[in-house]
């Protein structure tokens, strides 16, 4: 089936995306979650009440940094302005460069890290479960 403009033929195999791998990930943008996914989390305490890192969580994001990917903080705290500069400060006290902070998905999102959320295959519905390239053996290197 064709779409639109020059756009060409719709993936006819939902399994196999046609999105391309940036090998060298330049442009790819994370969005990372914070509270339950970056930081703990048991209960709202607060605008300042941001738990302490995950260490796992932690050493992805700083390794992604570092391998040139650029990385946001996604968060529905940032629907309220006034809650962004603790988060602001909670990075930089925990050893984080700065950091966007939002709580809007953008077109340069590459993939969202969310502690509740899950991946659905693009155009099928199918929900899966999987880690794929984001094995922990990769920090451990």
């Not at 940036?22 to 305490?45: F, H, M, P, S």
């Amino acid at each position: 089936m064709k779409t639109k403009g020059n756009a060409g033929l719709r993936n006819p195999n939902p399994a196999n995306p046609l999105k391309k791998y940036n090998k060298n990930n330049k442009n790819k943008c994370y969005y990372i979650d914070l509270d339950g996914t970056l930081a703990y989390y048991e209960r709202w305490g607060g605008i300042g009440d941001i738990g302490e890192p995950i260490p796992i969580m932690k050493k992805w994001v700083l390794f992604w940094i570092k391998n040139g990917i650029k990385i946001k903080i996604f968060t529905a705290r940032a629907g309220d302005k006034k809650k962004i500069p603790p988060i602001k400060k909670w990075l930089l006290l925990n050893g984080f460069p700065p950091l966007e902070i939002t709580n809007i998905k953008g077109l340069d999102c590459d993939i969202i890290f969310d502690n509740i959320a899950k991946e659905v295959i693009n155009n099928t519905g199918i929900i899966v479960d999987r880690t794929g390239e984001f094995n922990i053996k990769k920090l451990e290197a």
